[in-house]
């Protein structure tokens, strides 16, 4: 089953028209606590670099941030899909 977008007040969230910076950025130093959702907020609707806990980085576009997880389009390389993640499964990230 696929996730779909969560409906806006007009309509269902639509992915970023254009695709992320073709760079990837320097990892921030990193903390042993969970990621706080206050800062991810800062980043809502704006290209976003995580690295996860586990596997490489990758480029994000937040919609939802809530206590526990985040939620948006992450890039494949190629175009946008709806994802969703835990936050405590995220190392660091950084907005642009």
């Known amino acids: ?52 806990q586990y596997g490489p980085g990758f480029w994000f576009f937040p919609i939802f941030v809530g206590r526990t997880s985040v939620a948006g389009f992450r890039w494949t390389g190629s175009s946008w899909i709806y994802a969703g993640y835990d936050l405590g ?3 660091s990230f950084t907005c642009y």
């Open 1 to 52: 089953m696929a996730f779909m977008p969560p409906q806006g007040p007009f309509g269902p969230q639509q992915p970023p028209t254009a695709p992320p910076p073709q760079i990837t950025p320097v990892q921030p130093l990193t903390s042993t606590f969970a990621v706080d959702p206050g800062a991810m907020r800062g980043c809502m609707y704006r290209n976003t670099y995580i690295w996860p």
């Open 89 to 91: 499964r995220i190392t």
